[in-house]
């Protein structure tokens, strides 16, 4: 049995009194199947070739949803980094352990996920998986969130939200981060945090996309003979825009698509920036094929929420990141899984990432209904064994002035947007640019679905940490720490200047 929450919410902890099963049964397989997820950082909706993308080129993630099926509504738990991270990380609706904003100050020991939550890699540890991690963590610094304390036998990358792409001793950065007078700025603390394996610094010296990849592929290597679980959790194409000389040469700012808002020169640093991630999953996808893992290996990709503004694509729909609108939270999203999945399939029904975990663990043969995850197992969807769609209703609660409402329910076609009082209906079957604003229209349906989405949010908790006031990061508790693995680094306690 699976846990089935009532109308599958994405913020709320009720689903643990919501047991049963409308779309899947736990599958057992004679070999537990391995699970690769790949996630993109800002990537646009309208920016990967499978989605009509004519001005950066991204076959290696095009023969994914080519192989496999793509999801047209897949959705992420929140419009920014660190919600919807903290979401698929812990397989948990973030608002339910009372997560909202990014980390704002890396070395903060407050900011981040609470001791007490449980991750995905950890139910799979249970399940005798190897667990790894390369790339980005964003779940905080302090030693209770470290990857190795929350799931992950192996974490190669770095804790903060963002990063350099090339060594701070670059030529191009000119000794501005070797030089840096402190106190550091809280942009460049995120983005000069050391490269680590578990505690230790390790040493590298080329482009980053490069480098996680190569990460990457060791650990499948490694690992090949016996169950892993791998997040390769990739920053790019997200800020800063960088790419190596070569790749921006392949894109010339006059040949990008015109977008709305998107200067063409980065756009064209952009498009390299993406150019080399899809290179990436070609390479790993690759590996897979040569040690024989492919047909035993499970691979999603997805991005980690909406392209920026200034960077991407996200048509048709309406927003980018940070938004309430599809732009922020609808996102390319792909499951390949050779020998189990029709090829070219398109499924239009609503999934989140909250089921990736769910149906890893469950694949992995663990009970859901022992868990606290809040996904479905949606293996029957993807594999054509049931037309149902997995879940009836989805619930946000975004946002990050707890005080105000503010978040999201999705029901069928409709999607409500709660914003304070004031309330916003769409029917995204008829309307997916949300472009007809229905709920002067169908003041009923409005007032119904914001009662539903009121009683849901009952369960969401109030924020389990507060940003710094301004300047309060410049303090020397928030710029240094002892850490073992900030060794080498700037921010070592000891290496003040």
Known sequence: MIKNLVGFILLSAIFLSLIGSSCAKNTKLSIPPNVVVIMADDLGYADVGYNGCKDIPTPHIDKLAENGAVFSSGYVTGPMCGPSRAGFITGRIQSSFGWYGNPGAPLDERQGLPATVKTVASYMQEQGYVTGGVGKWHMGTAPHQHPNKMGYDHWY????????????????YNGKYTATPKPWGMR????????????EPIEWDQYLTHELTDL??????????????LFMSYNAPHEYMEAPEETMALFSPEDMTQIPGVKPDIRSIYAAMTYEFDKGVGALTETLQRLNLAENTIVWFLSDNGGMKRTSDNRPLRGAKWSSYEGGLRVPFVVSWPGHIEPGTVLDAPVTTLDIGATSVALAGGNLSKTNLDGADITPYFTGQ??????????WRIGRNYKEQSGILRVGDYKLIVQKEKVQLFNLKEDLAETNDLSQSQPERAQQMLGRWKELDQYSLPPSW???????????????KDYEWLKGSPHYRGNEK
Do not use: C, R
């Not at 603390?189 to 578990?198: A, C, E, L, R, Y």
């Not at 507060?466 to 240094?480: A, F, I, R, S, V």
């Open 157 to 172: 990358g770095f804790l903060s939200g963002g990063h350099l792409y090339f060594p701070m001793d670059h030529p191009s």
């Open 188 to 199: 460049d603390m995120h983005h000069t945090m050391p490269m680590i394996h578990n505690d």
């Open 216 to 229: 990457g592929v060791t650990f499948i290597e490694k690992h090949k003979d016996k169950p892993f679980f």
């Open 386 to 395: 049931s037309k149902d769609a997995p879940h009836e209703e989805l619930f």
């Open 466 to 480: 507060e940003n710094l006031p301004k300047g309060e990061g410049n303090k020397d508790e928030y710029q240094y």
